[in-house]
């Protein structure tokens, strides 16, 4: 397998993958497709979105013939690489809101606050041992223009029904964790921290005692109604289900639906017991701040701080994946972070370095569609959230194709908003690369002048580069 080891430069293990599998290791590749095949559902793309659909799919319908085709192995994309938040938030929420009410909306948000203990009480049931601790998530400000956004933040998601979020104060906050220079958080308990690799890995393993046919360093070159086309043969199958997120452009047809967006991660070595009195974080809350350009970590279950931020966001033409590997430059900057919000482990060194790539739909809303004429369906555009998002697409797309196939009706999770959304295509090159360069350009600077002037109010750079992005 190509890029199994990373490069290592200045201590650092840069790329391999991902941090995660360094720890849990690799896994054995499965054999590829042999021939044409025949199936009742073919799934393109073994990550989360994928597995969960083989699983529940087959759950519902024992006997039901499902297959997966993975270009490389299951959990190699942003499944193996993501930053471990199972969480209750999901990109286009409020403009799901705007499109089909306020209430339709709630009805998405109670349904991604119970996925997250749905994908914990599967896990659990299916023996799947992931480092999974449910402590929430904590968002923190640090300057008083983060601060106002926290405030309206916390009431706008109050307002979607999370009657159980909390708002703290400088002094609460510190109780909880040291993050320097923090004016206040709110803390939801709808988040856990997991390992990410270990959810994939174990999922694929259940997946397969199931009794679903798992085919690995298999590219889908094409896919068209009722066939998923790859260099070895064709699935054919009433139903082709692409899971490919960042990677979707790829596929023939399909440069332009979403665009690839590189999020990258940082992991310290072990902390002693002394740093981490220090520091706190005894509840290990997901971790996450109200910067332009955000951060997100997790204390890891073997003592380590995770943690990512927006690296090189994205690469002209749609290039997506080099194993992982991660600039020097923006290792380095997620390393000036950690130490910004934690001064005491300025000497504590960093140890693997990663990236991968998300999938981000031109109004930046996450969407579960089967098309009924074609049998075609998919699932995606997540931008940042999709640890828990993938289990409701999937158990949504479950209830898609047993209603298309007579097997049931409409349910609770067909009529949500998201369902069978439809979008335009992100612009041609250069637009695309020009346009993404300048977002996050805005978002840094906005982040500085924020820092450097210590107003309440947010910068208007970045609120007009939302409104260009289509981000709101
Ligand atoms: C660095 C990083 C940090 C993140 N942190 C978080 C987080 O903390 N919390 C959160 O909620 N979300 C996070 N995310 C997002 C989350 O990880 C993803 O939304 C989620 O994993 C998407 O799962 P997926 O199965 O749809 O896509 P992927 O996991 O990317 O899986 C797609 C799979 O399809 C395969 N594939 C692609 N093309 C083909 C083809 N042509 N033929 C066959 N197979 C193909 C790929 O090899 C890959 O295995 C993060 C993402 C990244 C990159």
Known sequence: MSGSAGGSAGGVV???ISFWYADDGLPAVRAPLAGDATADAVIVGGGYTGLWTAYYLRKA??????????????????????????????????????????????????????????????????????????????EVARTPAQL?????????????????????????????????????????????????????????????????????????????????VTPYGTVRAPYVLRCTEGFTA??????RTWLP???????????????WAAIGWAGRETLGDMAHAYMYAQRTADGRIALGGRGVPYRFGSRTDNDGRTQDATIEALRELLVRFFPSLAGVAVTHAWSGVLGVPRDWCATVTLDRSTGLGWAGGYVGSGVATTNLAARTLRDLVQSDSGQGG???????????????????????????????????????????????RSSRLARAADRVSGRH
């Not at 309206?152 to 609460?172: C, I, K, N, P, V």
């Not at 199931?210 to 009722?226: D, N, Q, Y």
């Not at 790829?250 to 440069?255: C, F």
């Not at 295509?425 to 695309?432: G, K, V």
Request: hydrophobic share 35%; proline share 4%; charged share 25%.
């Open 410 to 456: 409409p349910t609770e999770l067909t009529r949500l908003p998201w369902v069978n959304h439809r979008v335009r295509r992100w612009e041609p090159e250069p637009l695309r690369w020009l346009g993404v360069q300048g977002m996050y350009a805005t978002y840094r600077t906005a982040d500085r002048r924020e820092s450097a002037t210590n107003g309440a």
């Open 261 to 275: 967006m590189n999020s990258s991660m940082i992991a310290t070595e072990p902390l002693t017991d002394e740093q």
């Open 148 to 228: 106002a956004r926290l405030k309206d933040f916390h009431t706008h998601e109050l307002a979607y029904g999370e009657q159980d979020r909390e708002l703290y104060g400088a002094t609460e906050t510190a109780e909880r964790i040291t993050v320097a220079d923090a004016v206040g958080s709110s803390w939801t308990p709808h988040g856990a921290r997991l390992h990410p690799a270990k959810l994939a890995k174990g999922l694929a393993a259940v997946v397969e005692a199931l009794g679903v046919t798992i085919h690995e360093s298999t590219p889908v070159t094409e896919i068209r109604p009722k066939h998923a």
């Open 14 to 16: 840069n790329g391999g």
């Open 250 to 255: 790829n596929l023939k047809g399909q440069k």
């Open 61 to 138: 319908a024992p006997s039901l013939r499902v297959t997966v085709l993975e270009r490389k192995f299951c959990g190699y994309g942003a499944s193996g690489r993501n930053g471990g938040w199972l969480y209750n938030g999901i990109a286009g929420r409020d403009r799901y809101a705007k499109l089909h009410g306020h209430e339709a909306a709630v009805r998405l948000q109670r349904a991604m606050n119970d996925t997250v203990d749905e994908v914990i009480a599967v896990a659990g049931a299916e023996g799947i041992e992931a480092d999974i601790h449910k402590g929430g998530v904590l």
